[in-house]
């Protein structure tokens, strides 16, 4: 603040001047002579009445008052004469001086102003902070009471906000002040680190110290880097920062507080590195399984630490790295991580962790199904009306009573449970992509693949979309296995993603192969305007065809070898963006409705690859492996070597691909097994004994994933009885016959 403003803010509050002023002389006085005599302890009551009779003066509506206010009390040297008490050998002194300064911090300050007035206490706490560091290696609590209230007021201050309050117009102010905090706590993380690296296990007392220091650490190394961001733009200059290019006290943005805050985060990065070689040498050398909590904040710490890496050049491929060389403790810690955390970030960074780590932290973003029969979203469906009824029961739930479960029964059937609703999500997903329905489109090379149909349909059936994208979303809510996923198109536009020629070769081949002649094509050619092309469109629009311009004045605009680029540009997006904008909007809305918060939709798929949504849909597009099957599958009142047994698994090994996998849904109401196989079901399967005629044909409990299998005579009859359920209208009546 200038002289001539300083000026007029003590004339204008010249009394509260004096009467600072007067505070301050008593204190010194009270330090350079005061002993615990009765004068002595008369004089240091007097200070604390004063001190709260100026906190109470400070206006609670007038925010520009009592700014004033609190830089006339730092201008008189208050806030020094305030710790010199506090550190006073004396212990009346200290104890006045102490019980003096809490009167800024939480929760005293709460006591006397509103939130608003209270922020503009920020620049008098960091005072106190920057005054009373040295007390922080003697572990005086009043330090990290300062700290944790500066932390709170940070929080509630704006970042447009934050120099007004802390008394400043500088970013690097700012950023000098704030690069203690960080630097210490960084060191005292750090120690927390070693404790749990070297410790089979941490206390309940170490985890909540633990967990307020990384908090902190977090919190003000976010308000370093914004101040860091500001400080760089106000001098023209941007980020990230390559320190080996002459940083020095030449450069326009030099501090040396940035570079600092470089040494930090190397230093973390070292601890976390020997942290995470720690756990991987105690699952696979030394034996040890048994999860230490402490561990869980490993991922909390390398967050704020990705956060950083972005400031300096070169920082963020080395934490990649970094994270790569111990991916095997990373995929163990995000296995048994829970939805209130957030670790979404490690999606950013390219095969740091496994596909099942990559899929656990997608399924965060979706509601925790709970077997809570009484929030159930009820369901009874007529399997002759399967695609109607269930549009019904689905586009028009309200999706909280969705992302509570669902309870699915078919009309006439007695079957209900896990195993009924996976067979009806497989079921409705297979009917609603079938391109009969004309919604949505297959991929010529893979027909398993799919986009919204490019055509204009009645705009009655756009709801349609709504009920797919919830449909989808419920199945990946429920880990069900669906046998189709999206091509490229409709993948990156669920994703917000700008569409380009490459990725539309799977979608329309032949359309892939006209652009990429186009614009291969010889320049002389082109511009001969040989090909007639113009910027037009023909479609076809409730079966008629008409054109339309892909630009304004687009059928008098001819394509030549300056343009054709823009050409096939347009093209494609009309093709593939406008054309199917209003399916793929109401396709978003729906699943945003199942996810845990709606606005994650894009989110969800900006951070998946197509691949592992593929893993997530698909399943295992591998042929089933008979001898994996039969290594998780358990008997009951049979023996794998029983001839009943033997001859099962040789008719299984007799069939085709399709036979296996009619038999497993039978089985199951799996059709398409997880990436990793039987093992990536919840459950082995299971093979009971039934008692009956042998002319009794097996069934199934799909929610156990049981088989009842009768005391069949022979071979041929084991054979004839198995070829038979993997009829698909019998495999889908699970067997109840």
């Given at each position: 603040?200038?002289?001539?403003?300083?000026?007029?803010?003590?004339?204008?509050?010249?009394?509260?001047?004096?009467?600072?002023?007067?505070?301050?002389?008593?204190?010194?006085?009270?330090?350079?002579?005061?002993?615990?005599?009765?004068?002595?302890?008369?004089?240091?009551?007097?200070?604390?009445?004063?001190?709260?009779?100026?906190?109470?003066?400070?206006?609670?509506?007038?925010?520009?008052?009592?700014?004033?206010?609190?830089?006339?009390?730092?201008?008189?040297?208050?806030?020094?004469?305030l710790v010199s008490l506090f550190n006073s050998p004396i212990k009346g002194n200290k104890e006045i001086g102490e019980e003096s300064i809490r009167l800024f911090l939480y929760p005293k300050i709460g006591l006397f102003l509103p939130r608003s007035v209270q922020n503009q206490f920020a620049f008098i706490v960091s005072q106190f902070c920057a005054l009373l560091r040295g007390a922080a290696a003697c572990?005086?609590?009043?330090?990290?009471?300062?700290?944790?209230?500066?932390?709170?007021?940070?929080?509630?201050?704006?970042?447009?906000?934050?120099?007004?309050?802390?008394?400043?117009?500088?970013?690097?102010?700012?950023?000098?002040?704030?690069?203690?905090?960080?630097?210490?706590?960084?060191?005292?993380?750090?120690?927390?680190?070693?404790?749990?690296?070297?410790?089979?296990?941490?206390?309940?007392?170490?985890?909540?110290?633990?967990?307020?220091?990384?908090?902190?650490?977090?919190?003000?190394?976010?308000?370093?880097?914004?101040?860091?961001?500001?400080?760089?733009?106000?001098?023209?200059?941007?980020?990230?920062?390559?320190?080996?290019?002459?940083?020095?006290?030449?450069?326009?943005?030099?501090?040396?507080?940035?570079?600092?805050?470089?040494?930090?985060?190397?230093?973390?990065?070292?601890?976390?590195?020997?942290?995470?070689?720690?756990?991987?040498?105690?699952?696979?050398?030394?034996?040890?399984?048994?999860?230490?909590?402490?561990?869980?904040?490993?991922?909390?710490?390398?967050?704020?630490?990705?956060?950083?890496?972005?400031?300096?050049?070169?920082?963020?491929?080395?934490?990649?790295?970094?994270?790569?060389?111990?991916?095997?403790?990373?995929?163990?810690?995000?296995?048994?991580?829970?939805?209130?955390?957030?670790?979404?970030?490690?999606?950013?960074?390219?095969?740091?962790?496994?596909?099942?780590?990559?899929?656990?932290?997608?399924?965060?973003?979706?509601?925790?199904?709970?077997?809570?029969?009484?929030?159930?979203?009820?369901?009874?469906?007529?399997?002759?009306?399967?695609?109607?009824?269930?549009?019904?029961?689905?586009?028009?739930?309200?999706?909280?009573?969705?992302?509570?479960?669902?309870?699915?029964?078919?009309?006439?059937?007695?079957?209900?449970?896990?195993?009924?609703?996976?067979?009806?999500?497989?079921?409705?997903?297979?009917?609603?992509?079938?391109?009969?329905?004309?919604?949505?489109?297959?991929?010529?090379?893979?027909?398993?693949?799919?986009?919204?149909?490019?055509?204009?349909?009645?705009?009655?059936?756009?709801?349609?979309?709504?009920?797919?994208?919830?449909?989808?979303?419920?199945?990946?809510?429920?880990?069900?296995?669906?046998?189709?996923?999206?091509?490229?198109?409709?993948?990156?536009?669920?994703?917000?993603?700008?569409?380009?020629?490459?990725?539309?070769?799977?979608?329309?081949?032949?359309?892939?192969?006209?652009?990429?002649?186009?614009?291969?094509?010889?320049?002389?050619?082109?511009?001969?305007?040989?090909?007639?092309?113009?910027?037009?469109?023909?479609?076809?629009?409730?079966?008629?065809?008409?054109?339309?311009?892909?630009?304004?004045?687009?059928?008098?605009?001819?394509?030549?070898?300056?343009?054709?680029?823009?050409?096939?540009?347009?093209?494609?997006?009309?093709?593939?963006?406008?054309?199917?904008?209003?399916?793929?909007?109401?396709?978003?809305?729906?699943?945003?409705?199942?996810?845990?918060?709606?606005?994650?939709?894009?989110?969800?798929?900006?951070?998946?690859?197509?691949?592992?949504?593929?893993?997530?849909?698909?399943?295992?597009?591998?042929?089933?492996?008979?001898?994996?099957?039969?290594?998780?599958?358990?008997?009951?009142?049979?023996?794998?070597?029983?001839?009943?047994?033997?001859?099962?698994?040789?008719?299984?090994?007799?069939?085709?691909?399709?036979?296996?996998?009619?038999?497993?849904?039978?089985?199951?109401?799996?059709?398409?097994?997880?990436?990793?196989?039987?093992?990536?079901?919840?459950?082995?399967?299971?093979?009971?004994?039934?008692?009956?005629?042998?002319?009794?044909?097996?069934?199934?409990?799909?929610?156990?994933?049981?088989?009842?299998?009768?005391?069949?005579?022979?071979?041929?009859?084991?054979?004839?009885?198995?070829?038979?359920?993997?009829?698909?209208?019998?495999?889908?009546?699970?067997?109840?016959?």
């Amino acid at each position: 603040m200038g002289f001539p403003l300083m000026a007029r803010l003590i004339e204008e509050h010249l009394q509260t001047v004096i009467d600072i002023k007067d505070l301050v002389s008593s204190v010194f006085c009270l330090c350079s002579t005061g002993d615990d005599s009765d004068e002595s302890s008369s004089s240091r009551t007097d200070i604390v009445v004063r001190v709260k009779d100026f906190i109470r003066m400070i206006p609670g509506d007038n925010k520009k008052k009592s700014m004033e206010l609190l830089k006339i009390f730092e201008f008189c040297g208050a806030p020094d004469a305030l710790v010199s008490l506090f550190n006073s050998p004396i212990k009346g002194n200290k104890e006045i001086g102490e019980e003096s300064i809490r009167l800024f911090l939480y929760p005293k300050i709460g006591l006397f102003l509103p939130r608003s007035v209270q922020n503009q206490f920020a620049f008098i706490v960091s005072q106190f902070c920057a005054l009373l560091r040295g007390a922080a290696a003697c572990g005086e609590p009043v330090y990290y009471s300062c700290r944790e209230t500066l932390g709170s007021l940070l929080k509630s201050i704006g970042f447009a906000n934050r120099l007004r309050y802390f008394g400043t117009t500088k970013s690097s102010d700012l950023i000098e002040d704030l690069h203690p905090f960080v630097c210490e706590l960084s060191f005292k993380l750090m120690d927390g680190l070693y404790t749990i690296k070297t410790s089979s296990s941490v206390s309940t007392s170490f985890r909540l110290s633990f967990e307020s220091d990384i908090r902190e650490f977090t919190l003000f190394s976010l308000h370093l880097r914004r101040a860091i961001e500001e400080h760089f733009r106000s001098k023209g200059q941007s980020l990230p920062l390559c320190l080996d290019d002459n940083f020095d006290e030449h450069h326009p943005c030099y501090l040396e507080q940035i570079q600092r805050f470089h040494c930090n985060f190397h230093y973390l990065l070292r601890s976390i590195k020997m942290c995470m070689d720690r756990i991987e040498y105690n699952v696979k050398c030394a034996g040890v399984w048994e999860f230490n909590h402490g561990w869980s904040y490993y991922l909390s710490i390398l967050k704020e630490l990705n956060n950083i890496s972005k400031l300096y050049q070169g920082a963020e491929d080395e934490l990649s790295n970094e994270m790569r060389s111990y991916q095997f403790s990373l995929d163990t810690l995000v296995m048994y991580s829970k939805r209130s955390d957030d670790h979404q970030w490690l999606l950013k960074h390219k095969n740091v962790i496994d596909f099942e780590s990559r899929s656990h932290l997608m399924m965060m973003m979706f509601p925790e199904v709970k077997d809570d029969t009484g929030k159930l979203h009820r369901m009874l469906i007529d399997r002759s009306q399967l695609l109607t009824e269930s549009f019904e029961h689905i586009a028009h739930a309200n999706p909280k009573s969705l992302r509570n479960g669902l309870f699915m029964e078919f009309k006439g059937e007695l079957a209900t449970g896990h195993g009924v609703l996976r067979e009806w999500l497989f079921l409705v997903c297979q009917a609603l992509f079938n391109p009969q329905n004309s919604l949505f489109l297959a991929c010529p090379s893979d027909r398993r693949r799919f986009f919204p149909n490019p055509a204009k349909v009645d705009p009655r059936h756009l709801s349609y979309f709504g009920f797919c994208g919830r449909l989808i979303a419920l199945a990946l809510m429920h880990k069900v296995h669906v046998g189709i996923t999206f091509d490229r198109v409709f993948f990156l536009q669920l994703a917000g993603e700008v569409i380009s020629l490459e990725d539309i070769r799977d979608a329309d081949p032949c359309l892939y192969k006209s652009c990429k002649k186009i614009l291969e094509m010889d320049a002389d050619f082109m511009d001969s305007e040989a090909m007639g092309l113009t910027f037009v469109k023909e479609i076809e629009e409730f079966g008629s065809r008409k054109i339309v311009e892909l630009c304004p004045g687009g059928d008098t605009m001819v394509v030549n070898s300056k343009n054709r680029e823009e050409y096939v540009h347009l093209l494609i997006q009309y093709c593939f963006v406008k054309s199917m904008s209003e399916k793929v909007a109401h396709f978003a809305e729906g699943f945003g409705d199942i996810l845990f918060k709606r606005r994650l939709h894009k989110i969800f798929f900006r951070r998946l690859e197509l691949k592992d949504l593929d893993g997530m849909l698909l399943g295992s597009d591998k042929a089933i492996c008979v001898k994996d099957w039969q290594a998780h599958t358990v008997y009951d009142d049979y023996t794998e070597t029983d001839e009943q047994i033997r001859w099962f698994w040789k008719v299984v090994e007799g069939m085709s691909v399709e036979q296996q996998r009619e038999l497993l849904f039978f089985w199951t109401s799996v059709k398409y097994l997880p990436v990793d196989g039987f093992s990536g079901l919840p459950s082995p399967l299971y093979i009971y004994k039934t008692s009956g005629s042998h002319y009794r044909l097996p069934s199934s409990h799909t929610c156990f994933y049981r088989l009842s299998l009768p005391h069949y005579p022979s071979l041929a009859v084991t054979q004839q009885h198995l070829f038979r359920i993997c009829q698909e209208h019998v495999g889908c009546s699970f067997g109840f016959m």
